[in-house]
């Protein structure tokens, strides 16, 4: 009888992995250090605590969260059952009571026979041991530790202060030119040039603008007080910002020959350059306020944010630096990796890391290839991105169809687009199952 399989972390992304490996078969010995020792989001000792909105977001294919966890549901999903389950109204969203949610994932488990949940903090890992790591945004400090010397210092992060990222297709190509400083290398930025004008106004918006009330701590303010969010920089003065992140110098917009009074450079987001992240452009906005003052960036008017600024504490790794398709470390003993410790963001990105590392410890152990699913697909789409972002500018990224391959046809229209991208996703993730069960 082979060893139990250790699952170290029983929120979101946890239980499902250790649903998943129950399921195949094995035995599990599932770690949650709650209610011993609580994280500073978490309040009760449920697995499976949702700690901020009861909202599991959109739950309509012609979105890509919707798609997502449509996917999750086909693949047998425990915490997509739970959440249809203990569904409350919310429109299009899928919302569920938070009690009832994590009350019925948590019997879940604890009646499963192959699933054992103790309630321990787990500092370090012995090396032989078969486990799958997936202990949060807010990992305990003596594991983070112990990741850290692991994995290296410069891998392992604990803070996220990210720029909003907008989709290419969002954006006004009659305002925008690309150009690198001085012409020198590729012309890999996308420039939104402003005239005197537009800059007042945007200035004006941004340094009025609400910001989220910060709760952050005494480590994080210093963390953060080498990355200035853009209103801070703005309120120093109105010309602050020209001289740092919005500056114009060696760039000359070909509409007009000459170098404007202020650019906001894009930097791309993935290989594909489908996304865009706004460079400098850190913030505490809160998210409605982001998506109305960034709109006044010429070129930006319509502009699309699949993810918007933040900056909070978050534990999570350079994934693709560490970890392989199969979301296992590159380091060699079976040890996977998931939910939001991997660098996906939200709560269904972090099931659908537990599911996928889940499936993959089983499949490793047997010696079978791991699933790696279509790029069509939104988990293979997500995962694709996490796994192949560029190191040096690694950041979290929630399930969006910029991810996505686009389509072979152009539909104009976004939810006859968004529609045909979900239709895609879907016949290619049965063609897998069905292939796969060969
Ligand atoms: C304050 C906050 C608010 C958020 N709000 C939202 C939101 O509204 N919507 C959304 O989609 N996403 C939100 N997120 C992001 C993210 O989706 C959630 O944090 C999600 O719960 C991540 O799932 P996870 O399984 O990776 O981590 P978690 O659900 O946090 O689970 C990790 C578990 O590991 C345990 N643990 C930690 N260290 C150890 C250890 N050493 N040993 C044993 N157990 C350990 C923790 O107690 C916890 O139960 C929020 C994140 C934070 C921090």
Same mark, same amino acid.
């Given at each position: 009888m082979s060893k139990p399989i250790w699952v170290v972390g029983g929120g979101l992304a946890g239980t499902e992995a250790a649903w998943q490996v129950a399921s195949a078969g094995y035995d599990v010995v599932l770690y949650e250090m709650r209610p011993a020792r609580m994280t500073p989001a978490h309040t009760t000792a449920f697995l499976a605590e949702l700690v901020c909105s009861n909202s599991l977001k959109a =739950? =309509?294919? /012609?979105n890509a969260a919707g798609l997502l966890k449509e996917e999750l549901r086909r693949l047998g999903s425990l915490l997509m059952a739970v959440a249809d389950e203990t569904k409350v109204p919310a429109g299009g969203a899928l919302a569920v009571d938070r009690h009832r949610f994590a009350a019925g994932v948590t019997a879940r488990l604890e009646e499963h026979p192959r699933i054992k949940v103790v309630r321990e903090e787990i500092s370090t890992i012995p090396s032989d041991q078969p486990a799958v790591v997936a202990t949060g945004p807010l990992t305990s400090p003596s594991l983070s530790a112990w990741l850290q010397k692991l994995f290296g210092e410069e891998y392992f992060y604990f803070f996220d202060a990210v720029a909003p990222i907008v989709t290419r297709e969002s954006l006004d190509f009659t305002r925008i030119f690309a150009a690198s400083r001085y012409g020198r290398? /590729?012309?890999e930025y996308l420039n939104c040039p402003m005239n005197e004008e537009e800059y007042t106004l945007f200035w004006e918006n941004l340094t009025t603008a609400e910001v989220h009330q910060s709760h952050l701590g005494d480590e994080e303010k210093r963390y953060f007080e080498g990355c200035m969010p853009v209103e801070v920089l703005a309120a120093r003065g109105k010309d602050t910002l020209r001289f740092g992140p919005l500056k114009p110098v060696g760039l000359i917009d070909p509409a007009t020959g000459r170098r404007p009074y202020a650019v906001v450079q894009l930097r791309p987001e993935n290989r594909e350059k489908t996304l865009y992240n706004m460079v400098g452009f850190q913030t505490n906005l809160r998210w409605g306020e982001q998506r109305r003052v960034f709109r006044l960036i010429p070129g930006l008017a319509e502009a699309e944010f699949v993810r918007y600024g933040v900056m909070h504490r978050n534990s999570f790794i350079n994934a693709p630096r560490l970890l392989t398709a199969a979301l296992q470390w590159k380091g060699g003993w079976p040890l996977f990796l998931a939910g939001q410790l991997i660098g996906v963001e939200g709560y269904v990105e972090s099931i659908a890391a537990g599911l996928v590392a889940g499936k993959n410890i089983v499949r490793f152990l047997e010696g079978k290839p791991p699933l790696i699913f279509p790029r069509e697909t939104a988990v293979g789409a997500l995962f694709y991105h996490i796994i192949n972002a560029e190191i040096r500018h690694f950041q979290p990224m929630s399930i969006n169809f910029g991810l996505f391959p686009p389509l072979n046809v152009k539909i104009k229209e976004k939810l006859r687009k968004n529609r045909a991208l979900a239709e895609r996703a879907l016949g290619a993730l049965e063609n897998y199952l069905r292939n796969e069960g060969k």
């Open positions: =739950n =309509n294919l /012609e290398g /590729e012309a």
